[in-house]
């Protein structure tokens, strides 16, 4: 679904706050949706998440996120699932730049961080004094 008048603001300041050649880990959710509708003019951004969706498709087709700074996976999309639509299992299908590992390997801080300017996007729902972060329900 399109992100709301709400959501969309929260993408902009977000989408603001990333930097040319950084790494993305995205979530599930509007709010990581959002952000990726704002990143339209960034460049060389990498990606190395547990799941990405359709909203990646166009930054990749117009190289805003094409892996090219990233330290490891070098130019590859990496990911450990997929959700989303037809385009989206279509467009991923023997292409290359797709990598799909466990997610013992995706999700292995030894690993994450060896990206430059690794930033991780996701919803929560609550958040208390003290920072710890909860999204089960989500």
Known sequence: AKPNHVEQK???YVAGLIEDRSTLQMGIGSIPNAVLTQLTNHKDLGLHTEMF???????????????NYKKINRGRALSTFLMGSKRLYDYVNDNPFVEMRASNYTNNPA?????????AINSAIEVDVTGQVCADSI
């Open 10 to 12: 929260i993408g902009e």
């Open 53 to 67: 969706s359709d909203g990646v498709i166009d930054l990749i087709l117009n190289n805003v996120i094409n892996g």
């Open 111 to 119: 690993y994450i961080k060896q990206n430059p300017k690794m930033v």
